[in-house]
């Protein structure tokens, strides 16, 4: 019953703010002969931020700790990130042996390898790049709000007296609220929170003289774009207004330094590619949009767009319309713009995280409040989400005895002489643990988020992979236990295996079970 209300509620939280909505409003006539507490409730709020910061803080260090991944592409991101640390392509042949290229820019690939030579490789220095990132982006847009408010142009309508207090701890208790609403898409090792990172840059960059804020933004769009190719549209709004303050030759300085970033990687590292970036973006965008999750994902646009619709009017600039009024509508064209994207197969609505950082500082600016019962509304069903996003991940996470799983993965290491490489059976959470051979130096030329992407596409098997196993070129592979090897069912809407017959025949022809332990079996070449 609680995964039914909980699939509910996450697939109509606008149907659960409206709610929240009716409720409040049925205590209106209540909460308005109370104005003496509503002084002691706008008092506390401060500690109540302190409160929700402390949670967020608290819920990424735990993720950090726990030795285990929730999500697929997490260990692939982790594993690649790794080895092109060593020298392996970011994005490798598609014709060649290796299956592992992702949809990502390098950028992800860079930021997590580098924190991992610099700190050591494993799977808790793999998720520190992207849980800094959120934190930082928290903190970004705290800095934008009071650097709005000190700003002489945008002063009289941000730092306007409020009866909950000033903006920035205001603004740190929606990120923060909002931040745990996506559960742990905001901080897991994908690109998702070194984008939040780049969209609370990019709004910080509004706050600036015009020099500071074209150089933040243009850095901020060109870490972006290398970190996913859609993330211009998540920053649009803020580049979009650096030529309406600043004028074209800033906006031209923007994209100048923008164009220099996102080259950067591609011109420092001999194993990234640019047209092997491009041609596995290219591999992963044939999965076409869910038709059924568009209704889904346009629900959650409104959604997530209410606090900004609530916030009120901007005084009026000079020209006859505010640079505020002009960056809400930006934002929120820029959602409806990304709404195939939420809806694509293989995604869902963290997709809209990178807005995050524009619709607070959006609604963080108006002029007014609104009725007395819609922020708590909104407040309370965002906390309401936020409690539902918890339960799924935490227990993904911590459903395997991580630390025993990698204690056997280690054993069957140092047992065995030669390459080990981790293979794939329905068991497939299991192979979640595979960067852990990587990070002692084990070969890695599979990755089963790659191998799903490329059936999805409809491409033929590469021969070089097939001819790989039948030359042997890894001395033995670990295989997830209680499931016949390399039979793994794609997670996308297909019928059929990821790997053909003719893999699967080829594996056999060379290569025998030589042990079995709880967790993983071991099949060595037979040669």
């Known amino acids: 019953m609680l995964a039914s209300l909980r699939a509910h509620a996450l697939s109509h939280p606008l149907v659960l703010f409206l709610l929240c909505l009716a409720v409040f409003k049925l205590l209106g006539p209540v909460l308005r002969?109370?104005?003496?507490?509503?002084?002691?409730?706008?008092?506390?709020?401060?500690?109540?931020?302190?409160?929700?910061?402390?949670?967020?803080?608290?819920?990424?260090?735990?993720?950090?700790?726990?030795?285990?991944?929730?999500?697929?592409?997490?260990?692939?991101?982790?594993?690649?990130?790794?080895?092109?640390?060593?020298?392996?392509?970011?994005?490798?042949d598609q014709a060649g042996a290796g299956i592992y290229g992702l949809p990502y820019g390098p950028m992800l690939f860079l930021c997590n390898g580098l924190t991992m030579l610099l700190l050591g490789p494993g799977i808790t220095t793999s998720k520190i790049a992207g849980a800094g990132a959120s934190v930082a982006s928290l903190f970004a847009l705290v800095?934008?709000?009071?650097?709005?408010?000190?700003?002489?142009?945008?002063?009289?309508?941000?730092?306007?007296?409020?009866?909950?207090?000033?903006?920035?701890?205001?603004?740190?208790?929606?990120?923060?609220?909002?931040?745990?609403?996506?559960?742990?898409?905001?901080?897991?090792?994908?690109?998702?929170?070194?984008?939040?990172?780049?969209?609370?840059?990019?709004?910080?960059?509004?706050?600036?003289?015009?020099?500071?804020?074209?150089?933040?933004?243009?850095?901020?769009?060109?870490?972006?774009?290398?970190?996913?190719?859609?993330?211009?549209?998540y920053l649009f709004p803020a580049l979009a207004l650096v030529w309406r303050k600043h004028g074209p030759g800033r906006f031209a300085a923007a994209a100048a330094i923008a164009t220099l970033v996102a080259a950067l990687p591609y011109l420092a590292?001999?194993?990234?590619?640019?047209?092997?970036?491009?041609?596995?973006?290219?591999?992963?965008?044939?999965?076409?949009?869910?038709?059924?999750?568009?209704?889904?994902?346009?629900?959650?646009?409104?959604?997530?767009?209410?606090?900004?619709v609530l916030s009120g009017r901007s005084e009026t600039a000079p020209c006859g319309v505010s640079d505020m009024v002009v960056f809400?509508?930006?934002?929120?064209?820029?959602?409806?713009?990304?709404?195939?994207?939420?809806?694509?197969?293989?995604?869902?609505?963290?997709?809209?995280?990178?807005?995050?950082?524009?619709?607070i500082f959006a609604s963080c600016t108006g002029t007014r409040t609104g009725p007395l019962f819609l922020a708590p509304a909104m407040l309370a069903s965002f906390v309401l989400v936020?409690?539902?996003?918890?339960?799924?991940?935490?227990?993904?996470t911590t459903s395997l005895p991580a630390r025993e799983i990698i204690s056997e993965l280690k054993q069957i290491e140092a047992a065995h002489a030669g390459s080990l490489a981790m293979g794939y059976s329905a068991n497939y959470r299991l192979s979640f643990f595979r960067p852990v051979l990587v990070f002692e130096g084990q070969p890695y030329s599979l990755d089963g988020a790659s191998l799903m992407d490329w059936h999805w596409s409809g491409r033929p098997f590469p021969s070089a992979a097939i001819a790989a196993v039948r030359a042997c070129a890894v001395d033995a592979w670990i295989i997830p236990a209680g499931a016949p090897p390399f039979e793994l069912p794609n997670a996308y809407p297909i019928s059929g295996d990821v790997f053909p017959d003719e893999f699967r025949r080829a594996f056999k022809d060379r290569y025998a079970l030589e042990r079995s332990g709880r967790w993983f079996d071991v099949w060595r070449c037979q040669r």
Request: aromatic fraction near 10%; glycine fraction near 6%; proline fraction near 7%.
């Open 143 to 233: 800095i934008a709000l009071r650097q709005a408010q000190g700003d002489p142009e945008q002063g009289r309508r941000v730092a306007t007296h409020r009866s909950n207090g000033p903006e920035w701890p205001r603004a740190m208790r929606w990120a923060a609220v909002v931040y745990l609403m996506f559960g742990a898409t905001s901080f897991w090792v994908r690109a998702e929170p070194l984008l939040l990172f780049c969209s609370s840059l990019a709004v910080l960059s509004l706050t600036m003289p015009a020099l500071m804020s074209a150089v933040l933004a243009g850095i901020a769009v060109g870490v972006g774009v290398n970190l996913k190719v859609s993330a211009i549209i």
């Open 328 to 359: 809400r509508a930006l934002v929120i064209a820029s959602m409806l713009v990304s709404l195939p994207l939420a809806a694509k197969h293989g995604t869902g609505i963290y997709h809209f995280l990178p807005f995050v950082p524009s619709i």
């Open 33 to 92: 002969r109370l104005p003496e507490k509503l002084t002691y409730a706008s008092r506390a709020m401060v500690p109540a931020t302190c409160l929700l910061v402390f949670l967020y803080l608290a819920t990424v260090i735990v993720y950090v700790v726990t030795p285990a991944y929730f999500d697929h592409v997490e260990p692939s991101v982790a594993a690649v990130s790794w080895v092109v640390m060593q020298g392996q392509q970011a994005y490798p």
């Open 269 to 308: 590292f001999h194993n990234v590619s640019l047209a092997g970036y491009l041609a596995w973006v290219q591999a992963a965008t044939g999965q076409g949009v869910r038709l059924w999750a568009l209704p889904t994902a346009l629900e959650w646009t409104i959604f997530l767009t209410v606090p900004i």
């Open 386 to 396: 936020a409690a539902l996003q918890l339960q799924p991940w935490v227990t993904a």
